[in-house]
């Protein structure tokens, strides 16, 4: 978004490392003009929303209620998802005939579940196991890094994942489908300030970025920044995107 404002001919300042509550406010209150976040986390952070009516119709109730409620622009989504899904190796999903978690809760009683530090507590967890009747053999806590290679070496047989996570591809792995829309959607969108929702110089610029990002592009992205050798930095990735 820098790049594409700085081609432009603006000056740009970069705010980094602010967590999501503090750049929504900063973004309402005008001490920011753009920024990303996810369609899930402002549902229910912002809006306090606990229902999940679907993809679509989260994005239209945000792109109402935000602008009518703190005047904020939802200009356009990305692209790409960064949700929250349960990932296996492709081999053992295939050998297990999992597709779906409705199918992974006939096998799960046999298998281990690994999840982040904070998984097991979050409410899309919580939300999984009341769809899906999930009862696991065990259940084991990973740092991310840690995590995938559990899954590699067998320690446990499903991890929970982000859906643009690099290694996803890198290590084929596979995305249970989730038939009953038990986990909400995690559309990454751009979001504008109140006091630059008229200027034409700033949308005209970010408006083209709207779906110009799937998720294998992110996937690739993200890995090129946390493979093990060869990495790249941040903005060097997001030139990738940029292409």
């Not at 929504?24 to 999940?52: H, K, M």
């Not at 046999?110 to 899906?132: H, I, K, N, Q």
């Not at 596979?174 to 038990?182: I, Q, S």
């Amino acid at each position: 978004m820098a790049g594409r404002l700085e081609a432009e001919g603006a000056s740009v300042q970069r705010r980094v490392n602010l967590g999501s509550a503090v750049a929504y406010r900063a973004l309402a209150a005008g001490e920011i003009d753009a920024y990303v976040d996810y369609s899930g986390t402002l549902w229910a952070n912002v809006l306090n929303r606990t229902d999940n009516p679907g993809r679509a119709a989260v994005l239209d109730g945000l792109r109402t209620e935000l602008k009518a409620r703190d005047g904020v622009v939802l200009l356009a989504p990305l692209g790409f998802e960064n949700a929250y899904a349960l990932a296996m190796r492709r081999d053992r999903a295939e050998q297990l005939g999992i597709k779906t978690l409705a199918d992974l809760a006939t096998k799960a009683p046999d298998l281990t579940m690994g999840g982040d530090l904070e998984f097991f507590s979050r409410p899309e967890w919580a939300a999984v196991v009341e769809a899906y009747g999930l009862r696991f053999r065990a259940k084991r806590q990973f740092q991310p890094t840690f995590m995938y290679r559990a899954l590699e070496s067998g320690e446990a047989d499903v991890i929970s994942a982000f859906s643009s996570d690099g290694r996803i591809a890198a290590d084929d792995l596979v995305l249970l489908g989730d038939p009953r829309g038990a986990l909400p959607p995690y559309d990454a969108v751009i979001l504008i300030s109140p006091k630059r929702a008229g200027d034409r110089r700033l949308l005209d610029a970010l408006t083209p970025l709207g779906g110009s990002i799937d998720v294998k592009a992110m996937q690739a992205a993200n890995y090129a920044v946390d493979r093990d050798t060869g990495k790249k930095s941040p903005a060097e990735a997001a030139g990738m995107l940029a292409r």
